[in-house]
């Protein structure tokens, strides 16, 4: 599959270069863009999906300009892309596993932003796109009053543009 957007670009960078191992290891989540997938179950236990989402309403903002030969080229800063981190809660999981689960999702989250920070310069995409950061480490977003319960970490990213 050809990288045709910001965002599976970034999902490429992930599963490229994803280190955990099972149950956390990249063929054992599901990686995609958009949103999550209540219907998909995971091949493993715990279901994990990573999904990057373009939220498309967020601010733009002006960082001046770079000096080239023939002309100015604005340098913009976008804020509307978001790592979802999702981990789902087996039916009849309780005490003390509950701590195992909420575990995985740190690790998971961890790994994202660790990946974002290390290579967030190189992500390659038809266009002009500069530097792919996360901010922060992620809010958490957990869905406990939901069946099945499900762990969400949010991580905003900046995606620096380049603009003639």
Known sequence: MAVVTI???IVTVLTAN???AAPLAAADIHFDTGWIDREWTGATDPAIQIIVTYMGVGPISYYGRVAT???GHHL???LDYVVNVWVRIPAGVGGADDQL???YAEQLRWEVVDLLNHYGCSIA???KVGPVLPLGFGLALHELDRTPRILRFEIPVLVWYQRD
């Open 7 to 9: 965002a599976e670009a």
């Open 18 to 20: 994803w280190t955990l």
């Open 69 to 71: 030969a023939n002309r």
């Open 76 to 78: 913009l800063g976008y």
């Open 101 to 103: 689960y909420l575990d």
């Open 125 to 127: 995409t038809p266009v």
